[in-house]
């Protein structure tokens, strides 16, 4: 474990989190809203490259792989490859484990919970829409039934007027 900045810059508390896991949250309660934040932050920022989509899809799909197979699949080098895995693997989007001579990398969809949690406000409708959606329904439903009672009455008295 090594002692570091905590990462909120207006924080500057040290750490003694294992930087290679990502625990570099000081525990502040005044700077948890920041690193949580910065957390966001790294998970929106992985997945807003396409290629690191791909590979995202293709740990999906495909369950663990191995860095080679991950960048045969891709016409970027391996260097590239392995650069993508590295900011997804900091963001925690992806876990490896060390096999033999191999690193196997597999998908961790844990963090796009929060991701999650934060876009759905934005895919819900407001309050107000919702009000406004059941006043729709409710004018729909009382112009039909104007229209059924109205057709009810012209009904019963043509059938009066004829007789």
Excluded: K
């Excluded at 502040?28 to 590979?55: F, K, M, T, W, Y």
């Excluded at 925690?92 to 990398?105: A, I, M, T």
């Excluded at 819900?124 to 009810?152: I, Q």
């Amino acid at each position: 474990m090594a002692v570091e900045a905590c990462g909120d810059d207006t924080c500057g508390n040290e750490t003694s989190g294992d930087s290679a896991s990502g625990d570099s949250a000081c525990g502040d309660s005044a700077c948890g809203g920041e690193a949580a934040g910065a957390r966001l932050d790294e998970v929106a920022g992985a997945v807003a490259d396409p290629v690191r989509r791909q590979i995202l899809e293709l740990l999906l799909r495909g369950g663990p792989l191995p860095a080679g197979d991950v960048a045969g699949r891709f016409a970027i080098s391996r260097p590239a490859i392995s650069r993508h895995l590295r900011v997804l693997r900091r963001s925690g989007l992806v876990r490896d484990e060390l096999v033999g001579r191999q690193r196997l990398y597999t998908l961790d969809p844990g963090p796009f919970e929060e991701l999650v949690a934060w876009l759905g406000p934005f895919m819900r409708p407001s309050g107000w829409e919702h009000r406004l959606d059941a006043l729709e329904t409710e004018v729909y439903r009382t112009r039909r039934e104007r229209r059924t009672t109205g057709d009810a009455r012209q009904g019963v008295t043509g059938q009066e007027s004829t007789a």
